[in-house]
């Protein structure tokens, strides 16, 4: 997921709230939603999650590894939850930083900015830690461009990005498809230029062989090396997620072609990318990492959603040369959640519903939770894509919406579940134990108690 930064303007607007109290000092009190059963939100509440997607912070000053394609500069209206109006905010504070006001007048959020420099000042390195410990979530997956300090392993595990890999040629002719490409492009040259300086090569191989052999797979296994669990594609900012079987020549032809001078058409440029798309899965699953996919209709006013479709990927996923790799559509697919949850009929296809807990509220995600579960409930993944959108909204304040949405999202479902006689009390806290926890230890072997 991406942000645009939430202003200060806006962040200065002061909004009243009526809001329930959750109990200080025990941070993952259950809110019970309207319609969940007590009993079950109070056990879902103390599981100790793995959260499958987020872009947690270093403590590193500027952080500036967080994201690959941060989307500052794309002018992004924001959808209702993300607007300061939603009552969860505030409840963040309060869990978090035991903000005592409803409202964020100006003098208030001083307070607040108070409170969250002594946490970071107490915690220092440990502050991720302190995050993970207040949210309720043993193991969390943090998409970065790199891992840094505060971020370690077992607590955080690291998922690396592979779109630059896709771009060995010159992409001005695709970055001037539409104004918000023109943004992200040359963040993902960027990327590319980065690693083939941790790898110190300084100009891009002659032929495509060459260029598999000596960046693709080496970045790939470094990233392994580094403690990578999964890679992560961005590529539904940039193109649509239809990645053809290609045949190998032309991309060979294609490669040598212009590697050299001169800008590949849409059509050249994008069997290079299909062929180079499939390698990395092949390679990814090689290595035992699994491939994230992000699918959602969101951000950005000229972000193709119709390309986002996850049914776009059934023939790689029913391609056989890529059963040894295991993906994940992250997001779910958003509004394509019913048809990320019948790609889960696929061996190696699983999903996840972090971003919606942070743009849907419960009871959205509870419908979709319920669709999903009836089909491959070891498939469902929770994920926060937990971010920074601002100076009073750190990772850590969306890392606890997240949470708390999903949570209460999760009781409503298997409320509903149980009550129309889908599944028993004890098959419901089993199936919470999975989404939460277990689904994501086996997925990428993490050993979890
Ligand atoms: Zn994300």
Redesign the pocket.
């Known amino acids: ?2 942000f645009y930064r939430i202003s200060r303007a806006l962040l200065s607007c002061t909004v009243v709230l009526a809001f329930t109290l959750p109990v200080h000092g025990d941070t993952l009190a259950p809110l019970v939603q309207p319609g969940a059963d007590p009993g079950l939100t109070a056990f879902i509440a103390k599981i100790r999650a793995v959260d499958n ?3 947690a912070n270093s403590t590193v000053r500027g952080d500036p590894d967080y ?1 690959a394609l941060p989307l500052d500069g794309v002018p992004i209206e924001m959808p209702a939850q993300l607007r300061l109006e939603n009552p969860d905010w505030i409840a963040a504070y309060k869990a978090l930083y035991q903000y005592p006001y409803d409202d964020m007048s100006e003098a208030h959020m001083r307070v607040l900015r108070g409170a969250m420099q002594d946490v970071a000042r107490e915690q220092r390195e440990d502050f991720p830690t302190w995050v993970l410990n207040q949210v309720g979530t043993e193991v969390l997956l943090a ?1 970065r461009i790199a891992m840094g300090p505060g971020l370690m392993s077992p607590r955080f595990r690291w998922v690396s990005y592979a779109d630059a890999l896709l771009l060995p040629l010159s992409t001005k002719a695709e970055a001037a498809v539409t104004p918000d490409r023109e943004i992200l492009y040359p963040l993902e040259d960027k990327l590319l230029r980065h690693y083939l300086s941790d790898l110190k090569i300084a100009t891009l191989p002659a032929t495509l062989d060459a260029y598999l052999e000596s960046v693709v797979t080496p970045t790939l296994e470094a990233q392994r090396k580094a403690g990578c669990v999964a890679i ?1 594609f ?1 590529a539904a900012y940039l193109r649509s997620l239809a990645f053809a079987e290609a045949d190998a020549d032309t991309a060979k032809r294609i490669y040598a072609q212009f590697i050299a001078a001169g800008e590949p058409s849409h059509a050249e440029y994008k069997t290079l990318q299909d062929f180079l798309f499939r390698y990395i899965a092949r390679e990814a699953g090689r290595l035992g990492m699994a491939v994230h996919i ?1 699918s959602f209709e969101g951000f950005g006013p000229y972000y193709d959603v119709a390309g986002a479709d996850p049914m776009l990927l059934e023939p790689v996923f029913n391609d056989p040369a890529l059963r040894n790799t295991r993906f994940v559509i ?2 779910g697919g958003g509004m394509y959640a019913t048809e990320a949850g019948a790609m889960t009929w696929k061996p190696n296809v699983y999903v996840d519903f ?2 919606m807990t942070v743009v849907y509220p419960p009871a959205r995600i509870a419908g979709i939770l319920r669709q999903w579960l009836t089909l491959y409930p070891e498939k469902v993944l929770f994920g926060s ?1 937990a ?1 920074g959108m601002g100076p009073d909204i750190g990772w850590e304040v969306t890392a606890w919406v997240a949470a708390s949405t999903a949570r209460k999202a999760l009781a409503l479902a298997l409320t509903e579940m149980m009550q129309a006689g889908e599944v028993s009390r004890a098959r419901a806290e089993e199936i919470a134990t999975m989404v939460l926890r277990t689904n994501a230890g086996t997925l990428y072997s993490l050993g979890l108690e």
Do not use: F, P
């Open positions: 997921m991406k997607h987020s872009h994201d998409n992560k961005e992000h992250v997001h972090s971003l894509d971010i």
